[in-house]
Nanobody
Framework: QVQLVESGGGLVQPGGSLRLSCAVS????????IGWFRQAPGKEREAVGC????????QYEGFVKGRFTISRDKANNMVYLEINSLKPEDTAVYYC???????????????????WGQGTQVTVSS
């Protein structure tokens, strides 16, 4: 049974940082691309970035502008999303998702992902 469980969200002041975790079971981050997405209130879910299972290289959407970093811990089958210089517009539910494919360049379209976590809430407010 495939499960992805996000954690690490919370209430943060603008300018702060968070590290979100995605615990993966039932498949391996060594063999499956993992993506991070977010959904703000009243908006569609959007991609933040992803990490390739083959290269370990991450790709990011343009709005990230160096504030987000995706990494993985293969030994513990975890993927992380570190967010710095948080802004109120980063407020959203953040999701990780697994793509059953293993590719050199991970994709950032929602339809490419087969399994999803339940999400973790990030609220940026003073």
């Amino acid at each position: 049974q495939v499960q992805l469980v996000e954690s690490g969200g919370g209430l943060v002041q603008p300018g702060g940082s968070l590290r979100l975790s995605c615990a993966v079971s039932g498949l391996s981050v060594d063999f499956n691309n993992i993506g991070w997405f977010r959904q703000a209130p009243g908006k569609e879910r959007e991609a933040v970035g992803c990490i390739s299972s083959i290269t370990g290289q991450a790709q990011y959407e343009g709005f990230v502008k160096g504030r987000f970093t995706i990494s993985r811990d293969k030994a513990n089958n975890m993927v992380y999303l570190e967010i710095n210089s948080l802004k109120p517009e980063d407020t959203a539910v953040y999701y990780c998702a697994a793509d059953l494919r293993s590719t050199y360049v991970c994709g950032m379209r929602l339809v490419e992902y087969d399994f999803w976590g339940q999400g973790t809430q990030v609220t940026v407010s003073s």
